[in-house]
C-alpha cells in the first residue's frame, strides 16, 4: 500500500486484514534511540467500528526475544484471532535500534548489539547513544500509541518472549502501576546469573552489579508493591532452559517474597513459536480477564 504521514508522526508502511481486524506495520523516528525504528499494530475489528463513538480498547505490548524484530510475533504467534474475538489491541516493537549509525557487536554475534536490546538504558560507550530501549518501550512508544490509535491507556498489560520476557517481566515490576497483568514465555528469568545477561548487562551497563539488580526479575519480584497478575509459560524440552532461563531462580525469590505466580512447565514444548503459538490464546485471555473484568463475570 502506499505509505502514509500521520500527525502523530508515523507512517503506515504495510497494512493487512486479519480477523476482520487491520494488521499494521509503522515507521517513525525515535527521539530515545535516535533512530529510525519499527513497530507492529493490531487493531481488531471494534477498533474500527467503535470509531465513530470515540471507544477506547485495551492494549497488550508485546516484546520479542533475541534476534527478533516486530514481524516475528505478527507473523508466527497467530495471536490476531483471538485479539479480534476479544477486542485487544497488540502492539509489538523491534527488540532495539537500527540503522547504519547504530553500533553492533564487533564480532557479528547475535546475543549482543543490534537484535540485542535487553530493554535496558545503556549507561556505556559506544551503547548509550542509542541503546535506551526500556525509555523507548516504557515512555516513548506509548505515548506514541496512545495518541495514534484508540487505546485506553488506563488498560494496559505486557507479555514477552525470552529476552523480551525478562523485558515484560522486568519492566511491569518496575511499574506496576502502569499495567494490569504481565505474562511471559521462557523468559530470562535471572539474567545475572546466566551468560546471556552478564553479557549484555557488562557491556551496556558496566561492572556494578547494584545496576543489573535492576533489570532483574529475580532481583525485582522481592521488592515489587502492589503485586501483578503475573502468568509465564516454560517449555520442558526448552534448549535454553538450564543455561540461561533459570526459572526456579525466579519462581524461589517469589515463594520468599510471597508473591503470587501462575507457572506452567509444558511436557515437551521448545523455545520456538510452536511453542508461543500453542499457548498464546492463554495469555491474551488472561490479560482480558484483568484488562476488562467486566466482560468475564
Not at 206 to 219: I, P
Amino acid at each position: 500500500m502506499k505509505e502514509s504521514r500521520n500527525r502523530a508522526g508515523y507512517e503506515i508502511i504495510s497494512e493487512n486484514a486479519s480477523f476482520g481486524g487491520r494488521q499494521l506495520r509503522c515507521r517513525h523516528t525515535s527521539t530515545a534511540l535516535r533512530c529510525d525504528m519499527h513497530f507492529s499494530v493490531y487493531l481488531p475489528p471494534l477498533a474500527q467500528a467503535g470509531a465513530s463513538d470515540g471507544i477506547r480498547l485495551p492494549v497488550v505490548y508485546w516484546f520479542s526475544g533475541l534476534t527478533c524484530t516486530d514481524q516475528n510475533f505478527v507473523q508466527k504467534a497467530g495471536a490476531q484471532r483471538v485479539a479480534a474475538e476479544l477486542g485487544l489491541i497488540l502492539v509489538a516493537p523491534d527488540t532495539s535500534p537500527r540503522g547504519d549509525q547504530v553500533p553492533d557487536d564487533n564480532e557479528g554475534l547475535w546475543d549482543l548489539g543490534k537484535g540485542a536490546g535487553f530493554y535496558v538504558n545503556a549507561t556505556r560507550d559506544p551503547w548509550k547513544s542509542h541503546y535506551r530501549m526500556y525509555d523507548y518501550v516504557v515512555d516513548e512508544l506509548p505515548c506514541l500509541i496512545h495518541s495514534a490509535f484508540p487505546v485506553d491507556a488506563d488498560a494496559q498489560s505486557v507479555c514477552g518472549h525470552s529476552m523480551g520476557g525478562h523485558g515484560a517481566l522486568t519492566i511491569a515490576l518496575k511499574n506496576p502501576d502502569t499495567y494490569r497483568s504481565v505474562s511471559a514465555f521462557a523468559p530470562i528469568s535471572a539474567p545475572s546469573q546466566c551468560t546471556w545477561g552478564q553479557k549484555a548487562f557488562r557491556n551496556y551497563l558496566g561492572e556494578d552489579k547494584s545496576l543489573w539488580r535492576e533489570h532483574d526479575a529475580a532481583a525485582l519480584v522481592t521488592e515489587c508493591r502492589p503485586w501483578l497478575p503475573l502468568l509465564i509459560d516454560q517449555g520442558d524440552a526448552d534448549e535454553f532452559l538450564q543455561e540461561q532461563l533459570k526459572p526456579e531462580l525466579l519462581l524461589e525469590a517469589c515463594r520468599k517474597a510471597g508473591y503470587p505466580v501462575t507457572y506452567n512447565l509444558r511436557a515437551g514444548y521448545d523455545h520456538s513459536y510452536f511453542f508461543i503459538a500453542t499457548f498464546i490464546e492463554d495469555h491474551l485471555r488472561f490479560h482480558h480477564s484483568f484488562l476488562m473484568p467486566e466482560a468475564n463475570q
